[in-house]
């Protein structure tokens, strides 16, 4: 195909460097935003979203279209891989402590992927802004971007918003070679982790619309109206809801999707991580593994690394939510309990 001379150009530059981030798809003008970010800015970021731009970022939108045009008959350029998880679960750990493993371009919650989530969720309705075909193209086209690499990439991994594991589905259908990790905990240390947190009741709150939205069409509807929970509840809810999106992503990949109980790998790193790596198909010496518990980011928290948070750090913490939140705690096994006396889904799931 011959383009013209500025979509040629832009073309051989966003083929060949990861260096131009689509942050940004923005449905109403029909454009990307396309910033530059470096190896470095890649490494340091705990996400990909609007908390990346400072006053000295550049960037430029770009039409949907001519990005079309651009990566026409573009292949991907190399492997790919996700981590879906169900919130809290220490996803972020486990997408830093990959990137040292050494040839893997790690994204963080990239905005995109929200985006298209939300997308998804009204395809096919009249106010719906896409069309089935132009939604699965953005999906490809955003597969052939996270694909790319540095001189040194052996692998770009994704690590999505807990959110958007609704996606995952549509992301492994469009790429067949990828494969899928999602981190989850049993219910009530889910529980205990989601009420200890500072801005607990502002996260549930707004997801608690999307998860709701999200159960009915797993054909489970609450109890009770959202506005009427309480946080304990909603926080069994948003268990629910990403317990039950991991059941149909597994349906969808089968064998490409590896389960983990994020607890499970605080007690057992070294071993958790091979069968990350292996799954993954990542190469690393036995002296990676051996020293995953002593590297730095183990003992940090992995969202503001500036910050101590050991495996010890947060058995406290959640010491602490058990005995102050014990109430709320109560009222979301019970939530969880009533809704699965009404439904087979529910009950066969793991706790």
């Given amino acids: 195909m011959n383009l013209p001379a500025h979509l040629q150009r832009f073309r051989d530059q966003i083929l060949a460097d990861p260096s131009l981030l689509a942050q940004k798809l923005d449905f109403f003008s029909q454009r990307v935003l396309f910033l530059r970010f470096a190896v470095?800015?890649?490494r340091h970021a705990s996400f990909?979203?609007?908390?990346?731009?400072?006053?000295?970022?550049?960037?430029?939108?770009v039409s949907f279209d001519d990005v079309s045009l651009a990566l026409s008959g573009a292949i991907q350029a190399r492997p790919l891989h996700l981590i879906f998880h169900a919130g809290h679960v220490g996803s972020t750990l486990i997408s830093r402590l990959l990137e040292d493993v050494g040839g893997v371009l790690a994204l963080r919650e990239p905005l995109a992927l929200r985006a298209l989530a939300e997308a998804q969720d009204v395809l096919g309705a009249r106010d719906s802004l896409l069309s089935q075909d132009r939604?699965?193209?953005?999906?490809r086209e955003q597969i052939l971007l996270w694909s790319r690499g540095y001189a040194d990439t052996r692998a770009a991994i994704v690590k999505a918003t807990s959110a958007a594991a609704r996606l995952g589905p549509a992301l492994l259908q469009a790429c067949p070679t990828a494969r899928a990790l999602y981190l989850h905990l049993p219910l009530q240390p889910y529980l205990a982790t989601l009420l200890a947190g500072e801005h607990s009741v502002v996260d549930l709150r707004g997801h608690a619309a999307e998860r709701a939205r999200r159960l009915k069409r797993f054909g489970q509807e609450l109890l009770a109206p959202v506005y009427a929970m309480s946080i304990g509840e909603l926080a069994a809810m948003s268990w629910l809801a990403e317990r039950l999106t991991e059941g149909a992503l597994s349906r969808a990949c089968d064998e490409r999707l590896l389960s983990l109980n994020f607890e499970q790998v605080l007690k057992t790193p070294e071993t958790s991580l091979r069968?990350?790596?292996?799954?993954?198909?990542l190469d690393a010496p036995d002296s990676y593994f051996e020293n995953v518990a002593r590297n730095p980011n183990?003992?940090?928290y992995s969202k503001a690394p500036e910050h101590p948070y050991s495996p010890q750090?947060?058995?406290q913490i959640l010491a602490e939510a058990r005995a102050t939140k014990a109430e709320e705690i109560r009222k979301g096994l019970l939530w969880f309990e009533a809704m699965a006396a009404k439904s087979p889904l529910i009950q066969h799931l793991s706790i």
């Fill in 40 to 42: 470095a800015d890649y």
């Fill in 48 to 61: 990909l979203d609007d908390r990346i731009l400072t006053p000295t970022t550049q960037g430029t939108w």
């Fill in 135 to 139: 939604f699965e193209l953005l999906v």
């Fill in 275 to 281: 069968a990350i790596c292996d799954h993954f198909q």
């Fill in 298 to 300: 183990w003992g940090r």
């Fill in 313 to 315: 750090i947060r058995e």
